[in-house]
């Protein structure tokens, strides 16, 4: 399939990820974590390869959606002790965030850790590349500072590779960017997102 003119809308409408050789030094990332553990270290050590982020920046990993095949504990947990044993990250950059279950509550218990947003210059968020539309729409109902904030995406190249620049190409991928676009007016629709 050829990249049409509702492709480029709806590519445009979800992946809102900046630049990453563009991106602020940010002393303070969130991860929202996903399934996609070898995509979200990647990019984590990309970031401080780049000095996008460093030993003082302070991240919470957040996410607990349960286990995940070969691994045990959380995604939370499992990106937390990559980062820390297979990179050798210093664990005190790290709060570990277990309770959420969704991108809403990522955002809500990550904002409880955090408290106040007034230390921070800059922001990280990092999340799965599709769902960074409603993580924006989350973060604005939820108050977070916009106007600090930047976007970085993932994308699980090995599994559905749900990608800006290829994901009408996918027959799974092209449906979890369907659903995407449902669950953002449902969650419009239930209030938990804003328009901002």
């Known amino acids: 399939m050829n990249k049409t003119e509702n492709i480029e809308a709806i590519s445009n409408f979800l992946f809102i990820e900046d630049d990453i050789k563009n991106l602020r030094k940010s002393d303070l990332l969130i991860i929202l974590c996903n399934n996609n553990l070898k995509g979200i270290t990647q990019l984590f050590d990309d970031l401080f390869k780049r000095e996008v982020i460093d030993d003082n920046t302070l991240v919470v990993i957040s996410g607990n959606r349960g286990l995940l095949d070969n691994f045990e504990g959380t995604e939370c947990d499992n990106v937390y002790n990559i980062l820390v044993n297979d990179y050798n990250y210093n664990s005190k950059m790290f709060v570990l965030e277990k309770n959420a279950t969704n991108i809403y509550e990522n955002l809500v218990f990550s904002k409880n850790i955090i408290k106040d947003f007034s230390k921070y210059n800059n922001i990280l968020i990092m999340g799965a590349a599709f769902a960074l539309r409603r993580i924006k729409m989350c973060a604005s109902k939820l108050d977070y500072p916009l106007d600090k904030i930047q976007y970085i995406g993932t994308v699980d190249k090995e599994g559905r ?36």
């Open 161 to 196: 590779n749900c990608g800006k620049d290829n994901w009408w190409m996918n027959e799974e991928a092209k449906i979890r960017v369907y659903q995407e676009l449902e669950r953002i007016g449902k969650y419009l629709v239930k209030g938990d997102l804003d328009i901002k």
